[in-house]
């Protein structure tokens, strides 16, 4: 079957990630799987037996969510808004997919509604209609005012068949951060956290006994990076390796250079083994977000984590809050982070050891697939 996912990450890459995840799990399958990408370029992410269709780029303005910027950061007027709307008409026109899938609209990305229900608008007018599913992170942004709760409910009756959330009902329920109405309840499909298979530990060893300082793909962690170096200089036996991401990365190394003087800090950009760096560190130093806190789990790092808090954003604090219950893990809030508060945290995981691997509940990827095709089966 064809199946086409839309996913629009402004600001990091964690959005895309989990949809490319999702995406490997279909075309496993044997389905043809074509990902329509709006945020900007991330070429470090693997999309290996995925076909990636990118509209015109876009960006948050930092935390701004409603200021939305080109490539080049340029204000994103209406006629570069209508060209995205086009290519994603375009696109579900000459794609054709058995199944569309939103990743988190209509739970956010209000301010790109239009483009979104143009391109639902485009599916139903197919010779065959497509299932049409949301698909959306355990916790979610709350919606400031009970309209924009509502306006998701008549977006989900009119459009979609269906929600797949990719959280364990029983660990974090969907209602912990968004109004379950009655009507949405009969939509949601749980699948069990999505995740790519566990990382093998590096053949190299490379991150042993090192502190991984990792946060995200944007300017917001610089504060993370910050008193990651400070809190450094505090812990001389220990070494830390910072890892910038971003499409700035080599500019914001150079930045963070000239502060590390004889403190025992790497600085380099993300790299793709990553996560098979983790099961070989002390600890990892990271935000909060869903796809960096599941390779936590699955590796048994220590971690203490920073939740991005910028704004009104609650759902790291949220899911930092749930998972601080289990050992060697910490939560250090942005207000109290300091280069001695972190070195304390850092500290205090280390010493309480690692933490078995989790690997149950965490193939929400497969599980989203067999549930699609049920949904599918029910219509035949």
């Known amino acids: 079957m064809n199946v086409m996912i839309v996913v629009t990450h402004l600001l990091g890459t964690g959005h895309l990630s989990r949809a490319l995840t999702l995406g490997r799990a279909f075309a496993e399958d044997g389905s043809d799987v074509m990902i329509v990408t709006g945020g900007m370029p991330a070429p470090q992410l693997n999309s290996d037996g995925i076909t990636l269709f990118g509209l015109p780029p876009l960006r948050s303005d930092g935390t701004d969510f409603t200021r939305l910027l080109t490539e080049i950061g340029e204000v994103a007027d209406p006629a570069y808004l209508s060209a995205r709307s086009a290519a994603l008409i375009q696109a579900v026109q000459s794609f054709q997919p058995d199944v569309l899938i939103t990743e988190l ?6 301010s790109l509604a239009a483009e979104f229900e143009a391109g639902l608008e485009a599916a139903n007018a197919l010779p065959k209609r497509p299932l049409v599913l949301a698909s959306i992170r ?8 009970p309209s924009k709760a509502t306006r998701a409910d008549e977006i989900i009756g009119r459009f979609y ?4 959330v990719h959280s364990d009902e029983s660990v974090i329920p969907l209602s912990v951060s968004w109004p379950v109405s009655e009507q949405l309840a009969q939509h949601l499909h749980y699948t069990g956290f999505v995740a790519p298979a566990a990382a093998r530990p590096h053949p190299e060893a490379i991150g042993a006994d090192e502190i991984l300082v990792s946060a995200g793909g944007g300017s917001v962690g610089q504060p993370i990076f910050h008193a990651a170096i400070e809190a450094a200089r505090k812990m001389p036996n220990r070494r830390w390796r910072l890892l910038v991401g971003g499409r700035d990365a080599q500019e914001r190394i150079a930045q963070l250079s000239k502060l590390v003087g004889e403190a025992p800090v790497s600085l380099e950009p993300v790299r793709p083994d990553f996560r ?13 977000g869903y796809n960096t806190a599941l390779d936590i ?3 048994g790092t220590p ?7 910028d704004g009104k954003e609650v759902e790291q604090g949220l899911r930092g809050q749930s998972l601080s219950e289990l050992p ?3 939560v250090l809030r ?19 050891g690692r933490r078995a691997p989790k690997q149950d509940g965490l193939d929400g990827a497969q599980r989203s697939v067999e549930i699609t095709k049920h949904l599918l089966g029910l219509r035949t």
């Open 138 to 145: 355990d916790i979610l942004a709350p919606p400031s005012k």
């Open 105 to 110: 609209f209509p739970f956010g990305r209000r």
């Open 334 to 352: 942005s207000q109290e982070l300091t280069g001695d508060s972190l070195a304390e945290r850092v500290e205090q995981v280390i010493l309480e």
């Open 297 to 299: 789990l699955q590796s």
């Open 303 to 309: 971690a203490v984590f920073i939740p991005f808090d």
């Open 161 to 164: 068949d269906g929600v797949l």
């Open 328 to 330: 060697a893990m910490e």
């Open 276 to 288: 098979r760096m983790l099961p070989h560190a002390a600890a990892s130093v990271s935000m909060c």
